[in-house]
T-cell receptor, first 110, second 114 residues
């Protein structure tokens, strides 16, 4: 039973445009959500997080939105850059453990 | 500031053998978590160590065990290796002290079981 789902395995966008990565979850007890970026042969790199009591958090080009009623979060990258090309994982935190989605591969075309 | 380091980077074992993976936490962090990432999937939580004791465990059998040392570094031990244990093993460190902890990952150890 996948508690965190990323339904789009891949996404391709043009440089300078907005990238929107989506994530759905089923467990309403999750209290903290994170996005990680992963390059090949490296570990996941923390990008941005959001507490379950907020609906938006911004950090530079990255914004995470949380819709608790829909159990949905999204990561917006504006503007997208070729260096953003990587696999993005959303993760949800509960009782010391992170539960990850299966990832979305983002390709930013120059 | 030193990030999370793991050793070795790659490892090949045969079925039935035992393996030990090592992790040094980021400076200032006192908690270490281990994850298994199979190909094409997200990382799965194995367990967490805090104050040298197991602090939480995912759905992994007892042949997966660990240690945390006084300097907060950690080991993951896997006994009686099975082919399905082939995966990337990730260590993450964090600072305990609140309900919400951001975990920072190392580069991982890729284990192949033949």
């Amino acid at each position: 039973d996948q508690q965190v789902k990323q339904n789009s395995p891949s996404l391709s966008v043009q440089e300078g445009r907005i990238s929107i990565l989506n994530c759905d979850y089923t467990n309403s007890m999750f209290d903290y959500f994170l996005w990680y970026k992963k390059y090949p042969a490296e570990g996941p790199t923390f990008l941005i997080s959001i507490s379950s009591i907020k609906d938006k958090n911004e950090d530079g080009r990255f914004t995470v939105f949380l819709n608790k009623s829909a159990k949905h979060l999204s990561l917006h990258i504006v503007p997208s850059q070729p260096g953003d090309s990587a696999v993005y994982f959303c993760a949800a935190y509960l009782r010391r453990a992170l539960t990850f989605g299966s990832g979305t591969r983002l390709q930013v075309q120059p | 500031e030193t990030g999370v380091t793991q050793s070795p980077t790659h490892l090949i074992k045969t079925r039935g053998q035992q393996v030990t993976l090592r992790c040094s936490s980021q400076s200032g962090h006192n908690t270490v978590s281990w994850y298994q990432q199979a190909l094409g999937q997200g990382p799965q939580f194995i367990f967490q160590y805090y104050r040298e004791e197991e602090n939480g465990r995912g759905n992994f059998p007892p042949r997966f065990s660990g240690l945390q040392f006084p300097n907060y570094s950690s080991e993951l031990n896997v006994n009686a290796l099975e082919l399905d244990d082939s995966a990337l093993y990730l260590c993450a460190s964090s600072l305990a002290g609140g309900l919400q902890e951001t975990q920072y990952f190392g580069p991982g150890t890729r284990l192949l079981v033949l």
